[in-house]
C-alpha cells in the first residue's frame, strides 16, 4: 500500500496529522532538505525566504506545477533544534518536524496540524508524493517536483483514499476529481 504510517490526534478543536515515514538518510541530511530553501524548493510545495533552522519570521512562498509562482505568506518558526526538531506556521496550519536517528536512516514524523478533520486525507496524500521526491533527492537522483495539479498524474487520488480509509474520513472530502 503506502511506505509511511498515519495517524491522528485532536486537541482544542484542531486535527493533528501524524505522519511517519523511515528514510535511509542521516538526520542532518534530512535536516538540511527540510530547512535550506534551495532543497526544500525541489521537494516541497512551498520554498522559503530562509534557512528555517533558526527561530524567527520567514516568508514561505507557495510552488506549483505551471509557470507562477504565489505572492509569500509570512510565517514564523517557533522551535529549531538541529537536527531534531522544527516546528513552524504555514497558512494557519502548524508543522512539527521530529527527527529521530534510527541506525544509519532517520524516522521523520511530520505533525500537521489543520483547522478540520476533512482535510486529513487530502494533505496526506500531498506529504506522500512529496516525500516520494524528497527520497529521490537525498539518494542523489532528484526528480521533478509533484505539487499542484500535477499530483494528480501521479496517484494523488488513489492516495487520498487510501488515507480517508485509513483514518476512517471516508465521505468528509473537500476536494472532488475532476
Not at 12 to 37: I, K, M, N, Q
Not at 61 to 80: K, N, Q, Y
Not at 153 to 172: F, K
Request: glycine share 10%; net charge negative; proline share 5%.
Amino acid at each position: 500500500m503506502t511506505n509511511s504510517e498515519v495517524g491522528y490526534q485532536t486537541d482544542g478543536g484542531r486535527w493533528t496529522l501524524v505522519f511517519v515515514r523511515d528514510l535511509r538518510h542521516s538526520p542532518e541530511s534530512v535536516w538540511a532538505a527540510l530547512t535550506d530553501p534551495a532543497q526544500l524548493g525541489e521537494w516541497s510545495p512551498y520554498t522559503a525566504d530562509r534557512d528555517l533552522g533558526t527561530v524567527g519570521e520567514t516568508t514561505l512562498t507557495m510552488l506549483d506545477d505551471g509557470p507562477g509562482i504565489s505572492a509569500g505568506m509570512s510565517e514564523f518558526v517557533s522551535r529549531a533544534e538541529p537536527p531534531t526538531l522544527l516546528e513552524y506556521t504555514w497558512g494557519g496550519d502548524r508543522l512539527r518536524w521530529e527527527l529521530t536517528a534510527l541506525g544509519s536512516g532517520t524516522r521523520l514524523t511530520l505533525r500537521h496540524t489543520l483547522k478540520e478533520r476533512r482535510w486529513m486525507p487530502e494533505v496526506a496524500a500531498g506529504w506522500h508524493l512529496c516525500f516520494n521526491v524528497a527520497e529521490h533527492l537525498l539518494d542523489g537522483y532528484p526528480v521533478c517536483p509533484i505539487r499542484g495539479k500535477k499530483a494528480r498524474d501521479h496517484g494523488w487520488e488513489g492516495l487520498r483514499e487510501i488515507y480517508a480509509r485509513e483514518l476512517e474520513i471516508v465521505g468528509e472530502h473537500c476536494l472532488k476529481a475532476v
